[in-house]
């Protein structure tokens, strides 16, 4: 399943067509296995500039150094150390404020919360995504004009 965010200004516009060869991509995922699937979904989409991180300290350290700048970070929420709503508000007072694509396989529910917070934040919210994210996931996403608009 997969949640857009409401008030994007393409959200009942035609999908445009797509680049996301110029954009780069942060994953933030503890499981090895989900943080290839995703960064593997992410190329099946296009994209080629792709940096992982296994929490979200690492993270934070990544998007602190980028150069250039990450234009999108995908998190997941539940992650040892620093979790992906900890991430989040650390994002929200950053200098970068990269978009967001939040994964998860919690309850819908929390994930709703989850984007109210990061609306609160200031954070520049794309979509949910429920796990495990797939390429015709983010291509939803990326179709519906979300990714293209960053």
Do not use: W
């Amino acid at each position: 399943m997969i949640t857009l965010s409401p008030d994007h200004p393409q959200a009942s516009a035609a999908p445009p067509r797509c680049n996301t060869r110029g954009l780069r991509f942060l994953v933030v995922e503890d499981h090895p296995l989900q943080r290839q699937m995703l960064a593997g979904a992410l190329r099946t989409i296009g994209a080629e500039m792709i940096d992982e991180a296994e929490e979200g300290r690492e993270a934070l350290q990544i998007l602190r150094g980028a150069k250039p700048s990450v234009d999108i970070v995908i998190c997941d929420l539940d992650m040892p150390n620093m979790d992906g709503m900890a991430f989040i508000r650390h994002l929200g007072d950053g200098a970068e404020q990269p978009a967001l694509i939040v994964t998860s396989a919690l309850d819908p529910g929390l994930l709703s919360s989850v984007e109210t917070m990061a609306r609160a934040y200031g954070i520049r919210l794309l979509g949910t995504i429920e796990k495990p994210a797939t390429p015709d996931k983010l291509a939803s996403l990326r179709q519906g004009g979300r990714i293209c608009d960053v």
